[in-house]
């Protein structure tokens, strides 16, 4: 964990430097097979020798046996004819370190294969594929729930990836987990990486927050001219859930050479076309040569993808799924309201629209239609904790530790936050990975408080929720900010100030169109209880009087820096 944490204050001394945030995601191990006590030099292999892959944990890794981490092969189906594939931790493919071996015969906890191609067996670490395996070991090794309990609670994670995810029993149990340690409010994505998980993907992109479809080792499970139909139904199960979906190994050439080639190229457009909310780097970055120019090749090429991003066919792909060109509609309130604020945008052309939420849902539902426009969205916390904070900080003392947070872990939540760039132009509305920068947070004596409390032309501020912020970076098109008003502010000040900060960052000047969005919320009693919303307006260079931006200033997350007037 040292090394790990280390990492981790270095990401946030880089962020405080380039003033760009990211977002924290503990991805587990799982029940992913490993050879085990492998010598110092690397190990040779022969095309059509035989080796043995056996369960006896104590026998040392030769080139004639190679002991693995799993128990027993019994029940996992292993039968001769299976593949397997031996290779370094996140491989390309293209490399010689890696193996293809064909099942011959079974003998109790022995395999024995052959090899299929001449390889060096090296890397940090080698991990055993094996394609139609049931692998029936816990979905959290020991290693993760430590990891979990300690490093991920002590740094406020948003996200855990759930490595090797089967079905919903698996993500249940990892919430059952995070829940224990007082990570109730980070979220799961569910890792779909074997044929038992693409099977599952239905109960698995229901009951988990976001999807990473890892490519790598599903590719070693499926036959090469299937894979395109199962990452094409999977980005579109996605979609149309309103689930973002994270997509891995890209331009896996590039951890050898400073350019990808034409198909890889390709490739990532593809992915922004398809739906895309993201991609993730692996090879490319944890031992390429060419890391940065890596990320600016990908970066530009997701840009230029979403520039041709055909949204007005997509939004009507997703109306037409939900019948809402019949008679009878399967849509509900929010999704109505949603949807209805991404067309109200594409109809009057609009430079921007603005969110307000409190779970991250109305974003979500929101970014599900990937509107045209930019997202801008507000981020307020739970209304009940508002009410108690206020009444907090009205009471003498005035003091007090954010709610839900010791003050031993309130700088930690805070730096471990993380977010593309709100200050992309309109244009550059894109994939969490071609998004610009935003301001960092340096810790403070107490949270923002921002809660919007909709009635007709007003909005009036008590909380802020700093965790749902960092979370809505993952949907596609959204960009998220959070606001310090003093209460007193008149009805519709935020807005006010949200717009000038979308004028300050580029997104929107004068003249502009905006829709303004908030789903209906019921049930907060006196809290907060409200209908639903959408209202347009125009950009002007209106100033409310006695409002300056110093006095009142609009923070983005992670941000101390006031909002200045333009000239």
């Given at each position: 964990?040292?090394?790990?944490?280390?990492?981790?204050?270095?990401?946030r001394?880089?962020?405080?430097?380039?003033?760009?945030?990211?977002?924290?995601?503990?991805?587990?191990?799982?029940?992913?097979?490993?050879?085990?006590?492998?010598?110092?030099?690397p190990?040779?292999?022969?095309?059509?020798?035989?080796?043995?892959?056996?369960?006896?944990?104590?026998?040392?890794?030769?080139?004639?046996?190679?002991?693995?981490?799993?128990?027993?092969?019994?029940?996992?189906?292993?039968?001769?004819?299976?593949?397997i594939?031996?290779?370094?931790?996140?491989?390309?493919?293209?490399?010689?370190?890696?193996?293809?071996?064909?099942?011959?015969?079974?003998?109790?906890?022995?395999?024995?294969?052959?090899?299929?191609?001449?390889?060096?067996?090296?890397?940090l670490?080698?991990?055993?594929?094996?394609?139609?395996?049931?692998?029936?070991?816990?979905?959290?090794?020991?290693?993760?729930?430590?990891?979990?309990?300690?490093?991920?609670?002590?740094?406020?994670?948003?996200?855990?990836?759930v490595?090797?995810?089967?079905?919903?029993?698996?993500?249940?149990?990892?919430?059952?987990?995070?829940?224990?340690?007082?990570?109730?409010?980070?979220?799961?994505?569910?890792?779909?990486?074997?044929?038992?998980?693409?099977?599952?993907?239905?109960?698995?992109?229901?009951?988990?927050?976001?999807?990473?479809?890892?490519?790598?080792?599903?590719?070693?499970?499926?036959?090469?001219?299937?894979?395109?139909?199962?990452?094409?139904?999977l980005?579109?199960?996605?979609?149309?859930?309103?689930?973002?979906?994270?997509?891995?190994?890209?331009?896996?050439?590039?951890t050898?050479?400073?350019?990808?080639?034409?198909?890889?190229?390709?490739?990532?457009?593809?992915?922004?076309?398809?739906?895309?909310?993201?991609?993730?780097?692996?090879?490319?970055?944890?031992?390429?040569?060419?890391?940065?120019?890596t990320?600016k090749?990908?970066?530009a090429?997701?840009?230029?993808?979403?520039?041709c991003?055909?949204?007005?066919?997509?939004?009507?792909?997703?109306?037409?799924?939900?019948?809402?060109?019949?008679?009878?509609?399967?849509?509900?309130?929010?999704?109505?309201?949603?949807?209805?604020?991404?067309?109200?945008?594409?109809?009057?052309?609009?430079?921007?629209?603005i969110?307000?939420?409190?779970?991250?849902?109305?974003?979500?539902?929101?970014a599900k239609?990937?509107?045209?426009?930019?997202?801008?969205?507000?981020?307020?916390?739970?209304?009940?904790?508002?009410?108690?904070?206020?009444?907090?900080?009205?009471?003498?003392?005035?003091?007090?530790?954010?709610?839900?947070?010791?003050?031993?872990?309130?700088?930690?939540a805070?730096?471990a936050?993380?977010a593309?760039?709100?200050?992309?132009?309109?244009?550059?509305?894109?994939?969490?990975?071609?998004?610009?920068?935003?301001?960092?947070?340096?810790?403070?004596?107490?949270?923002?408080?921002?809660?919007?409390?909709?009635?007709?032309?007003?909005?009036?501020?008590?909380?802020?929720?700093?965790?749902?912020?960092?979370?809505?970076?993952?949907?596609?098109?959204?960009m998220?900010?959070?606001a310090?008003?003093?209460?007193?502010?008149?009805?519709?000040?935020?807005?006010?100030?949200?717009?000038?900060?979308?004028?300050?960052?580029?997104?929107?000047?004068?003249?502009?169109?905006?829709?303004?969005?908030?789903?209906?919320?019921?049930?907060?009693?006196?809290?907060?209880?409200?209908?639903?919303?959408?209202?347009?307006?125009?950009?002007d260079?209106?100033?409310?009087?006695?409002?300056?931006?110093?006095n009142?200033?609009?923070?983005?997350?992670?941000?101390?820096?006031?909002?200045?007037?333009?000239?």
């Amino acid at each position: 964990m040292d090394y790990h944490q280390e990492t981790l204050d270095n990401l946030r001394v880089a962020m405080r430097n380039t003033k760009r945030l990211c977002c924290t995601m503990l991805d587990t191990m799982g029940p992913e097979i490993i050879v085990l006590n492998r010598p110092d030099a690397p190990i040779s292999l022969t095309a059509g020798q035989t080796i043995t892959l056996t369960c006896n944990k104590t026998v040392p890794a030769s080139a004639t046996v190679l002991p693995i981490s799993y128990p027993s092969w019994v029940g996992t189906g292993l039968a001769p004819g299976s593949q397997i594939f031996v290779g370094q931790y996140l491989f390309t493919g293209s490399e010689t370190s890696s193996v293809y071996l064909t099942v011959q015969e079974v003998r109790g906890d022995e395999a024995i294969c052959t090899c299929n191609n001449t390889c060096v067996l090296e890397g940090l670490a080698l991990t055993v594929h094996i394609a139609h395996m049931r692998n029936e070991a816990p979905i959290l090794a020991d290693t993760d729930l430590a990891a979990i309990r300690q490093w991920g609670a002590a740094n406020r994670i948003d996200y855990v990836c759930v490595s090797f995810a089967r079905n919903a029993a698996d993500i249940a149990s990892v919430r059952a987990v995070l829940d224990s340690c007082g990570l109730d409010q980070t979220r799961i994505m569910a890792k779909i990486e074997n044929l038992e998980g693409l099977t599952h993907s239905p109960e698995l992109i229901e009951c988990s927050d976001a999807v990473l479809l890892s490519r790598g080792n599903l590719g070693i499970c499926l036959d090469p001219e299937k894979m395109f139909l199962a990452q094409k139904k999977l980005l579109r199960a996605c979609n149309l859930a309103g689930k973002p979906c994270v997509v891995t190994r890209v331009v896996d050439t590039m951890t050898e050479a400073p350019r990808p080639t034409r198909a890889e190229a390709t490739d990532v457009a593809n992915l922004v076309l398809d739906g895309a909310d993201a991609i993730v780097l692996g090879s490319e970055t944890f031992r390429g040569k060419y890391p940065v120019d890596t990320v600016k090749t990908v970066l530009a090429i997701c840009k230029q993808a979403e520039n041709c991003f055909d949204n007005q066919s997509y939004y009507r792909s997703l109306m037409d799924y939900f019948g809402c060109y019949t008679i009878s509609p399967n849509l509900g309130k929010r999704e109505a309201l949603a949807s209805s604020a991404v067309r109200a945008a594409e109809k009057i052309s609009a430079a921007l629209i603005i969110v307000f939420t409190v779970t991250g849902q109305t974003a979500r539902l929101v970014a599900k239609y990937k509107p045209a426009s930019p997202i801008l969205t507000v981020v307020c916390s739970d209304p009940h904790a508002a009410k108690a904070h206020n009444n907090d900080r009205y009471s003498a003392s005035g003091g007090g530790a954010p709610l839900g947070l010791s003050p031993s872990v309130r700088e930690p939540a805070a730096a471990a936050a993380a977010a593309p760039a709100a200050a992309a132009p309109a244009e550059d509305k894109a994939v969490a990975a071609a998004r610009g920068p935003i301001p960092f947070l340096p810790a403070i004596p107490l949270p923002q408080v921002v809660c919007p409390d909709i009635r007709s032309d007003g909005l009036k501020w008590t909380l802020m929720g700093e965790v749902q912020a960092r979370q809505c970076l993952l949907y596609r098109g959204v960009m998220p900010i959070m606001a310090d008003p003093d209460f007193s502010l008149p009805g519709g000040a935020i807005l006010d100030y949200a717009i000038a900060y979308a004028k300050q960052a580029g997104m929107v000047k004068s003249g502009d169109k905006v829709v303004v969005s908030q789903c209906p919320r019921t049930g907060y009693s006196d809290v907060m209880e409200e209908a639903g919303v959408v209202k347009l307006i125009t950009v002007d260079d209106h100033h409310l009087p006695g409002m300056t931006f110093n006095n009142h200033p609009l923070f983005v997350i992670g941000s101390m820096d006031p909002l200045t007037k333009q000239d």
